[in-house]
Protein backbone atom coordinates (compact mmCIF):
# COMPACT_ATOMS: atom_id res chain seq x y z
CA UNK A 1 0.00 0.00 0.00
CA UNK A 2 2.83 2.33 0.63
CA UNK A 3 5.76 3.51 -1.83
CA UNK A 4 8.91 4.21 0.27
CA UNK A 5 10.99 6.51 -2.07
CA UNK A 6 14.68 6.39 -1.56
CA UNK A 7 17.34 8.84 -2.59
CA UNK A 8 20.98 9.32 -2.55
CA UNK A 9 20.76 11.10 0.86
CA UNK A 10 18.31 9.27 2.38
CA UNK A 11 20.65 7.16 4.69
CA UNK A 12 20.44 8.11 8.60
CA UNK A 13 24.17 10.38 8.54
CA UNK A 14 21.74 12.46 6.66
CA UNK A 15 19.19 13.23 9.08
CA UNK A 16 22.14 13.56 12.25
CA UNK A 17 24.33 16.39 10.41
CA UNK A 18 21.99 19.59 10.21
CA UNK A 19 21.45 18.13 14.27
CA UNK A 20 24.89 18.44 14.99
CA UNK A 21 25.59 21.59 13.19
CA UNK A 22 22.79 23.20 15.38
CA UNK A 23 24.40 21.99 18.27
CA UNK A 24 27.66 23.30 17.40
CA UNK A 25 26.09 27.08 16.34
CA UNK A 26 24.54 27.39 19.54
CA UNK A 27 27.76 26.40 21.96
CA UNK A 28 29.58 28.65 19.74
CA UNK A 29 27.10 31.68 20.50
CA UNK A 30 27.37 31.01 24.17
CA UNK A 31 30.88 30.98 24.21
CA UNK A 32 30.74 34.26 22.18
CA UNK A 33 27.99 35.28 24.19
CA UNK A 34 29.66 35.41 27.23
CA UNK A 35 32.79 36.78 26.18
CA UNK A 36 30.52 39.99 25.48
CA UNK A 37 29.47 40.01 28.80
CA UNK A 38 30.89 42.36 31.02
CA UNK A 39 33.19 40.53 33.69
CA UNK A 40 31.86 40.47 37.18
CA UNK A 41 34.30 42.88 39.51
CA UNK A 42 36.63 41.42 41.62
CA UNK A 43 35.74 41.49 45.26
CA UNK A 44 37.90 44.10 47.36
CA UNK A 45 40.31 42.52 50.09
CA UNK A 46 39.29 44.63 53.11
CA UNK A 47 42.51 44.21 55.39
CA UNK A 48 41.62 43.20 58.79
CA UNK A 49 41.42 45.60 61.51
CA UNK A 50 42.78 45.11 64.99
CA UNK A 51 41.31 46.99 67.96
CA UNK A 52 43.81 49.03 69.69
CA UNK A 53 45.44 48.03 72.80
CA UNK A 54 45.00 50.14 75.37
CA UNK A 55 48.12 51.81 77.39
CA UNK A 56 48.98 50.82 80.45
CA UNK A 57 49.47 54.06 82.76
CA UNK A 58 52.84 53.80 84.42
CA UNK A 59 53.17 52.33 87.50
CA UNK A 60 55.74 54.25 90.45
CA UNK A 61 57.07 52.70 94.02
CA UNK A 62 56.47 54.80 97.01
CA UNK A 63 60.53 55.10 98.20
CA UNK A 64 62.22 56.69 100.90
CA UNK A 65 65.18 58.54 100.19
CA UNK A 66 66.60 62.15 100.90
CA UNK A 67 65.26 65.09 99.16
CA UNK A 68 67.13 68.15 98.12
CA UNK A 69 65.51 71.42 96.59
CA UNK A 70 68.26 73.44 94.81
CA UNK A 71 68.32 76.69 92.63
CA UNK A 72 70.65 76.23 89.62
CA UNK A 73 72.56 79.30 87.93
CA UNK A 74 75.32 79.57 85.39
CA UNK A 75 78.91 81.27 85.53
CA UNK A 76 82.39 80.91 84.73
CA UNK A 77 85.39 81.73 86.88
CA UNK A 78 86.76 84.85 87.55
CA UNK A 79 89.07 87.15 89.82
CA UNK A 80 88.23 88.11 93.22
CA UNK A 81 89.95 91.64 91.43
CA UNK A 82 88.59 92.46 88.20
CA UNK A 83 87.32 95.64 86.48
CA UNK A 84 87.05 97.22 83.31
CA UNK A 85 88.64 100.23 82.28
CA UNK A 86 87.15 103.35 81.13
CA UNK A 87 87.89 106.82 80.17
CA UNK A 88 86.01 109.68 81.72
CA UNK A 89 82.28 110.83 80.80
CA UNK A 90 83.75 114.33 79.88
CA UNK A 91 85.88 112.15 77.48
CA UNK A 92 83.85 111.30 75.29
CA UNK A 93 83.82 111.61 71.24
CA UNK A 94 87.19 112.63 71.77
CA UNK A 95 90.10 109.66 69.81
CA UNK A 96 92.53 106.99 71.22
CA UNK A 97 96.02 107.98 70.29
CA UNK A 98 97.53 104.91 71.59
CA UNK A 99 96.47 101.68 73.15
CA UNK A 100 100.09 100.93 75.49
CA UNK A 101 98.95 97.20 76.62
CA UNK A 102 97.95 93.82 75.02
CA UNK A 103 96.12 90.94 75.84
CA UNK A 104 98.13 88.85 78.65
CA UNK A 105 100.49 91.73 79.80
CA UNK A 106 101.05 92.48 83.31
CA UNK A 107 100.90 95.67 85.01
CA UNK A 108 101.36 97.96 87.77
CA UNK A 109 98.91 99.89 89.56
CA UNK A 110 99.12 103.24 87.98
CA UNK A 111 101.00 102.29 84.59
CA UNK A 112 99.68 104.11 81.51
CA UNK A 113 96.81 101.74 79.40
CA UNK A 114 95.48 104.10 77.05
CA UNK A 115 95.76 107.90 75.78
CA UNK A 116 93.56 109.98 74.04
CA UNK A 117 94.89 112.73 71.43
CA UNK A 118 93.96 115.95 73.28
CA UNK A 119 96.25 118.12 71.25
CA UNK A 120 93.77 120.82 71.42
CA UNK A 121 93.20 120.82 75.10
CA UNK A 122 97.39 120.41 75.46
CA UNK A 123 97.62 123.66 73.51
CA UNK A 124 94.85 125.76 75.54
CA UNK A 125 96.58 124.65 78.30
CA UNK A 126 100.05 126.23 77.47
CA UNK A 127 98.15 129.13 76.88
CA UNK A 128 96.14 129.38 79.90
CA UNK A 129 99.58 128.36 82.41
CA UNK A 130 101.24 131.49 80.86
CA UNK A 131 98.44 133.91 81.29
CA UNK A 132 98.39 132.42 84.89
CA UNK A 133 101.84 133.69 85.14
CA UNK A 134 100.90 136.83 83.90
CA UNK A 135 97.86 137.22 86.34
CA UNK A 136 100.44 136.74 89.27
CA UNK A 137 102.64 139.53 88.64
CA UNK A 138 99.67 141.56 87.99
CA UNK A 139 98.54 140.66 91.61
CA UNK A 140 102.20 141.27 93.00
CA UNK A 141 102.29 144.51 91.42
CA UNK A 142 98.33 144.94 93.13
CA UNK A 143 99.42 144.09 96.23
CA UNK A 144 102.16 146.57 96.35
CA UNK A 145 99.76 149.25 95.74
CA UNK A 146 97.35 148.01 98.16
CA UNK A 147 97.58 151.05 100.60
CA UNK A 148 96.24 153.60 97.31
CA UNK A 149 93.19 151.46 96.24
CA UNK A 150 90.13 150.78 98.62
CA UNK A 151 89.40 147.18 100.32
CA UNK A 152 86.70 146.71 97.37
CA UNK A 153 89.39 147.10 94.98
CA UNK A 154 91.83 144.73 96.52
CA UNK A 155 89.29 142.59 97.23
CA UNK A 156 87.47 142.11 93.85
CA UNK A 157 91.53 141.71 92.47
CA UNK A 158 91.85 138.51 94.61
CA UNK A 159 88.80 136.67 93.59
CA UNK A 160 89.48 137.37 89.87
CA UNK A 161 93.30 136.38 89.91
CA UNK A 162 91.59 132.79 92.25
CA UNK A 163 88.82 132.66 89.24
CA UNK A 164 91.59 132.26 86.66
CA UNK A 165 93.83 129.74 88.96
CA UNK A 166 90.83 127.79 89.02
CA UNK A 167 90.42 127.89 85.58
CA UNK A 168 93.62 126.39 84.90
CA UNK A 169 93.37 123.59 87.50
CA UNK A 170 90.10 122.47 85.82
CA UNK A 171 92.00 122.52 82.70
CA UNK A 172 94.86 120.55 84.13
CA UNK A 173 92.42 117.94 85.91
CA UNK A 174 90.55 117.46 82.07
CA UNK A 175 93.91 117.02 80.14
CA UNK A 176 94.97 114.29 82.92
CA UNK A 177 92.15 112.16 82.15
CA UNK A 178 93.14 112.22 78.80
CA UNK A 179 95.63 109.34 80.10
CA UNK A 180 94.12 106.18 81.30
CA UNK A 181 95.81 104.23 84.10
CA UNK A 182 95.95 100.56 85.64
CA UNK A 183 94.11 100.43 89.40
CA UNK A 184 95.72 98.08 90.81
CA UNK A 185 98.42 94.93 89.63
CA UNK A 186 97.46 92.91 87.49
CA UNK A 187 97.02 91.01 83.81
CA UNK A 188 95.40 92.60 81.03
CA UNK A 189 92.65 89.92 79.93
CA UNK A 190 90.68 91.59 77.25
CA UNK A 191 91.44 94.76 75.21
CA UNK A 192 88.07 95.99 73.00
CA UNK A 193 89.97 99.59 71.58
CA UNK A 194 92.43 100.08 69.30
CA UNK A 195 94.51 103.29 68.02
CA UNK A 196 92.11 105.35 66.42
CA UNK A 197 88.58 104.74 67.72
CA UNK A 198 86.27 107.83 69.32
CA UNK A 199 85.38 107.07 73.06
CA UNK A 200 82.10 106.35 73.27
CA UNK A 201 79.63 106.38 76.88
CA UNK A 202 79.63 102.60 78.19
CA UNK A 203 82.17 101.28 76.53
CA UNK A 204 85.19 100.10 78.01
CA UNK A 205 88.82 99.94 76.71
CA UNK A 206 90.22 96.82 78.25
CA UNK A 207 89.67 94.95 81.36
CA UNK A 208 92.30 94.63 83.97
CA UNK A 209 91.80 91.14 86.49
CA UNK A 210 94.09 89.39 89.41
CA UNK A 211 94.73 86.35 87.86
CA UNK A 212 96.34 85.10 91.21
CA UNK A 213 93.11 84.24 93.15
CA UNK A 214 90.00 83.31 90.83
CA UNK A 215 86.68 81.82 92.34
CA UNK A 216 83.87 80.82 91.33
CA UNK A 217 81.05 83.70 90.10
CA UNK A 218 77.32 82.57 88.56
CA UNK A 219 74.55 84.17 87.58
CA UNK A 220 70.79 83.37 89.56
CA UNK A 221 67.42 84.77 89.07
CA UNK A 222 66.05 87.48 91.55
CA UNK A 223 63.57 85.03 93.05
CA UNK A 224 66.04 82.18 93.48
CA UNK A 225 68.04 84.64 95.09
CA UNK A 226 65.61 85.50 98.11
CA UNK A 227 65.64 81.39 98.90
CA UNK A 228 69.84 81.46 98.80
CA UNK A 229 71.70 82.30 102.34
CA UNK A 230 75.44 82.41 102.66
CA UNK A 231 77.08 78.89 103.82
CA UNK A 232 74.91 76.93 102.03
CA UNK A 233 76.14 73.70 99.87
CA UNK A 234 76.59 73.92 96.03
CA UNK A 235 77.60 71.51 93.94
CA UNK A 236 79.82 73.14 91.03
CA UNK A 237 79.77 71.98 87.81
CA UNK A 238 83.36 73.05 86.19
CA UNK A 239 84.18 72.44 82.46
CA UNK A 240 86.86 69.73 81.88
CA UNK A 241 87.84 69.44 85.93
CA UNK A 242 84.42 67.93 87.11
CA UNK A 243 81.83 68.27 90.12
CA UNK A 244 83.26 70.19 93.28
CA UNK A 245 81.85 70.90 96.30
CA UNK A 246 81.83 74.56 97.90
CA UNK A 247 80.09 76.70 99.65
CA UNK A 248 77.78 80.55 99.10
CA UNK A 249 80.34 82.97 100.11
CA UNK A 250 78.34 86.37 98.45
CA UNK A 251 75.60 87.14 97.47
CA UNK A 252 74.83 89.12 94.48
CA UNK A 253 74.09 92.61 95.12
CA UNK A 254 70.26 93.42 93.86
CA UNK A 255 69.94 94.92 90.09
CA UNK A 256 67.44 96.99 88.77
CA UNK A 257 65.39 95.40 86.10
CA UNK A 258 66.67 91.89 86.59
CA UNK A 259 64.65 89.42 87.02
CA UNK A 260 65.94 86.74 85.06
CA UNK A 261 68.90 84.33 85.43
CA UNK A 262 70.70 82.14 82.86
CA UNK A 263 72.39 84.80 81.44
CA UNK A 264 76.09 85.92 82.53
CA UNK A 265 76.92 89.87 81.87
CA UNK A 266 80.46 89.79 82.81
CA UNK A 267 81.65 89.17 79.46
CA UNK A 268 84.56 91.74 78.84
CA UNK A 269 82.78 93.11 76.22
CA UNK A 270 81.39 96.81 76.44
CA UNK A 271 78.32 97.65 78.58
CA UNK A 272 78.67 99.01 81.98
CA UNK A 273 81.33 99.26 84.82
CA UNK A 274 81.74 95.24 85.60
CA UNK A 275 82.48 93.71 89.48
CA UNK A 276 82.15 90.21 91.20
CA UNK A 277 79.61 92.27 93.70
CA UNK A 278 76.98 91.21 91.16
CA UNK A 279 77.61 87.69 91.10
CA UNK A 280 77.34 84.75 93.41
CA UNK A 281 80.63 83.88 94.28
CA UNK A 282 81.29 80.49 95.83
CA UNK A 283 83.93 78.90 97.78
CA UNK A 284 85.05 75.49 96.83
CA UNK A 285 86.24 73.04 99.53
CA UNK A 286 89.51 72.62 96.88
CA UNK A 287 89.91 74.79 94.37
CA UNK A 288 91.24 72.84 90.82
CA UNK A 289 94.69 73.02 89.40
CA UNK A 290 95.36 74.58 85.95
CA UNK A 291 92.17 76.65 85.67
CA UNK A 292 92.03 79.85 83.42
CA UNK A 293 90.17 82.86 84.10
CA UNK A 294 86.88 82.52 81.96
CA UNK A 295 86.23 78.67 82.21
CA UNK A 296 82.52 77.91 82.16
CA UNK A 297 80.78 76.59 84.49
CA UNK A 298 76.95 75.52 86.31
CA UNK A 299 76.30 75.64 89.60
CA UNK A 300 73.70 73.67 91.90
CA UNK A 301 72.49 75.31 95.14
CA UNK A 302 70.91 72.88 97.80
CA UNK A 303 68.51 75.26 99.58
CA UNK A 304 66.30 72.38 101.16
CA UNK A 305 67.38 69.15 102.22
CA UNK A 306 65.36 66.17 103.62
CA UNK A 307 66.46 62.83 105.35
CA UNK A 308 64.45 59.66 104.98
CA UNK A 309 61.88 61.33 103.31
CA UNK A 310 58.87 59.29 101.92
CA UNK A 311 58.26 60.70 97.61
CA UNK A 312 56.48 59.75 94.64
CA UNK A 313 57.23 61.05 91.44
CA UNK A 314 55.57 64.74 90.21
CA UNK A 315 53.54 62.27 87.15
CA UNK A 316 51.68 59.97 90.39
CA UNK A 317 50.14 62.89 92.24
CA UNK A 318 46.80 64.41 91.36
CA UNK A 319 45.16 67.66 92.33
CA UNK A 320 41.99 68.55 91.95
CA UNK A 321 39.96 71.67 93.82
CA UNK A 322 42.52 71.78 96.20
CA UNK A 323 42.67 67.95 96.97
CA UNK A 324 45.73 65.76 96.84
CA UNK A 325 45.91 62.31 95.85
CA UNK A 326 47.00 59.21 94.35
CA UNK A 327 46.02 56.06 93.07
CA UNK A 328 47.24 53.33 94.80
CA UNK A 329 47.50 49.61 93.50
CA UNK A 330 47.01 46.96 96.41
CA UNK A 331 47.91 42.86 95.63
CA UNK A 332 45.19 41.83 93.62
CA UNK A 333 45.50 44.65 91.35
CA UNK A 334 42.92 46.78 92.40
CA UNK A 335 43.34 50.78 92.47
CA UNK A 336 41.75 53.10 95.09
CA UNK A 337 41.83 56.53 95.77
CA UNK A 338 44.03 57.56 98.24
CA UNK A 339 44.25 61.70 99.93
CA UNK A 340 47.92 62.61 100.67
CA UNK A 341 49.55 65.58 102.31
CA UNK A 342 52.43 67.12 100.60
CA UNK A 343 55.45 68.63 102.14
CA UNK A 344 59.06 69.50 99.85
CA UNK A 345 58.81 69.18 96.06
CA UNK A 346 61.16 69.05 93.68
CA UNK A 347 61.46 69.53 89.84
CA UNK A 348 60.96 65.73 89.85
CA UNK A 349 59.23 64.52 92.83
CA UNK A 350 57.33 65.31 95.92
CA UNK A 351 57.38 64.13 98.98
CA UNK A 352 54.54 62.57 101.24
CA UNK A 353 54.04 63.70 104.63
CA UNK A 354 51.10 61.37 105.48
CA UNK A 355 48.82 59.04 103.47
CA UNK A 356 51.49 56.51 101.82
CA UNK A 357 54.44 54.04 103.27
CA UNK A 358 57.58 53.00 100.73
CA UNK A 359 56.81 49.95 98.85
CA UNK A 360 53.10 51.20 98.10
CA UNK A 361 52.52 51.14 94.78
CA UNK A 362 51.27 54.48 92.76
CA UNK A 363 49.95 55.16 89.18
CA UNK A 364 51.40 57.83 86.98
CA UNK A 365 48.68 60.16 85.16
Known amino acids: MFTKWWTGN ?13 LLSSTLILASGCSLLPKEQEEEAIPSINPPKLSKKPEYAV ?21 KLFFSEDMTSKRISAILVKNGDAVEQGQPIAELDVSDMQSDLKRKKLQTRKDELTMIETLRKADEMTPEQVEQAKIDFELKREELTKLETQVSKAKLVAPFSGTIVTVVSKKGDTVKSGESVATLADLNELTVAASISADDAKKVAIGMEVQVDINSAGTHKGKVKQLPLPQAGNNNGGGFPGDGQGGGQDSIDKYLVVQLDEFPKGLNRGTPLSVSIITQRKENATTIPLAALRSYSGRNYVQVIDNQGNKKEVDVEIGQQTSTDVEIVKGLTAGQKVVGR
Open 10 to 22: SSPNWTMKPIAAI
Open 63 to 83: KTETLETKVRGSGRLMALQEE
